[in-house]
């Protein structure tokens, strides 16, 4: 008798058409980049108007009349032939539409935190895919070397492969690595994050423990061809980052960096004292490798994978 469920009744409803245009805005913008109505928390008289209004009225229509029903929803858009173009946009398409707004190519697009991180632990084999259940811990909550590049926290009521949508969210210690890759804050609402591309996400890449364990068990795999030759090492790699083959180009640069790399043994003489100038300069270097690495240093096919994975295709939508 309180009138909560006539309020959602009412909000729910097809003589509500406000809330339905509003949902399939934001799905639009999810997959898009872009919404169609540019202000999503806005659909108001002060809002920017919608770029394609028919488009938003009838996938309005069309989620209403298939039950509400948000998997019918991704559906519909992502077997769009709109969904599929290519992002690579023709000469005229620059001149006549910088922006994008009328749609003639797809919109290249970074994955966010959250899908970044389970894509590592899904290429690793490792990710955990248990529905439902508590929030957990999955990385440091302070601004320490651990918690900038760990990304993980084996304290209590931890679980590092689980999901990251399940991941608890402190609001007085957001981990660095969270702010890193624009995590939205947590201490108001956002219609939409703002991605950016800056030099703290490769670095943390580049030397997080978390990254080098998934490379390792990404290797570690059943199905990786440890036996077999580097050409079919590094087919693998491509399969299970790209799912494609690699191009010959690249697999003759990937053959040559395995075939005219440093062991971890050379490192260690490299370092030695007695060396020329030049072999000094090459040991610091790779002293630096070995240092920034959590445990041993990786091989020469893990520091290869562990390029492949920060490579901008496996980061990219494209």
Known sequence: GSGRLELAKAIASRDNPLTARVIVNRVWQWHFG??????????????????????????????????????????????????????????????????????????????????????????????????????????????????????????????PNRRTVYAMVDRAALPDMF???????????????????????????????????????????????????????????????FQRAPKPEELQMAQTFLGGNESASEIETASQPGLTAEESKKARKLTAVKTALPTKPLNALERYTQVVLLSNELIFVN
Request: hydrophobic share 40%.
């Open 179 to 241: 702010n890193t890759f624009d995590f939205a804050n947590p201490d108001m609402t956002n219609g939409e994050r703002i991605l950016t591309t800056v030099p703290q996400q490769a670095l943390f890449m580049m030397n997080s423990p978390f990254v080098a364990e998934q490379v390792r068990n990404l290797l570690g795999r059943n199905d990786f061809p440890a036996a077999g030759t580097d050409e079919e090492k590094v087919r693998f790699i491509y399969r299970a980052a």
């Open 34 to 159: 872009q919404a169609i109505v540019r202000t999503v928390s806005d659909f108001g008289t002060r809002s920017e108007p919608p770029t394609h209004p028919e488009l938003l009225d009838w996938l309005a229509t069309s989620f209403m009349e298939n039950g509400w029903s948000l998997k019918k929803l991704h559906k519909l858009i992502v077997m769009s032939g709109t969904y599929q173009q290519d992002s690579r946009p023709a000469d005229r398409a620059t001149q006549t539409d910088p922006t994008n707004q009328w749609l003639s190519h797809f919109n290249i697009q970074r994955l966010d935190f959250e899908e970044i991180r389970d894509t590592m632990l899904a290429l690793g084999g490792k990710l955990d895919l248990t529905m439902g259940g508590p929030p957990v811990k999955i990385a440091a909550s302070t601004a320490t070397a651990k918690g900038m590049y760990y990304g993980m926290d084996l304290g209590t009521n931890a679980n």
